[in-house]
């Protein structure tokens, strides 16, 4: 008799980046995160949500009941999500304007945000983005977004040893390891909200 083996569940994510900039660093954090869920971390499906398309929040924009088509798109992208990976830039203690806006768009009525799991990385000089972070989370109180609490994952990208390359991927070993920590905290979380059947 062959044994049923139980699989874990596939959760979607969707990944943000505050940074419009290709080579950023945390732009970079973003595809190692899709990188470890390919290579090495069963049960995650993500994918990269562009943001640069939004334009800035205008709910004149908003006629008959509809969004423009590039916010119809991504809000879509976001209702469909399980979980959100949102890579957070810190300028001037605080997020970027184009995340800011994104989040805007998509708690527009009916908030798209509401009741998923997500977890914020970042990369930057100093505290390595953790600013951001603290005001990120206090955005996500209103939105009914579901932060990990640990672990926490702001990167220092300037102290030795070099953690990015050229092209603004992540290169250091001991920072890929914790992104995969952060990366299964936030499966783990996402299961835990997710309604029993």
């Not at 924009?61 to 423009?68: H, N």
């Not at 970042?122 to 505290?127: C, M, V």
């Amino acid at each position: 008799m062959e044994a049923v083996v139980a699989s874990k569940p596939v959760i979607k994510v969707a990944a943000i980046c505050g940074s419009l900039r290709k080579a950023s660093y945390n732009r970079g954090l973003i595809r190692t995160a899709l990188e470890l869920t390919k290579e090495s971390i069963a049960g995650i499906q993500m994918e990269y949500i562009d943001i640069s398309p939004l334009p800035m929040l205008d709910t004149d924009l908003e006629v008959d009941g509809k969004f423009p088509p590039a916010v119809e798109a991504f809000r879509q992208k976001i209702l469909e999500a399980d979980s959100i990976l949102i890579a957070s830039p810190e300028y001037n203690y605080s997020l970027t304007a184009p995340l800011k806006n994104a989040l805007d768009w998509a708690s527009r009525p009916p908030n798209v945000w509401a009741d998923k799991a997500a977890a914020i990385v970042s990369a930057g000089g100093g505290f390595g983005g953790a600013r951001s972070h603290y005001h990120l989370r206090q955005v996500g109180v209103f939105l009914d977004l579901h932060f990990i609490n640990k672990p926490e994952f702001y990167l220092n990208a300037f102290q030795p040893p070099a953690k990015f390359g050229s092209d603004g991927n992540l290169i250091d070993e001991d920072s890929k390891e914790r992104m995969k920590q952060v990366l299964l905290s936030l499966q783990a979380f996402t299961l835990r909200l997710q309604p029993k059947n």
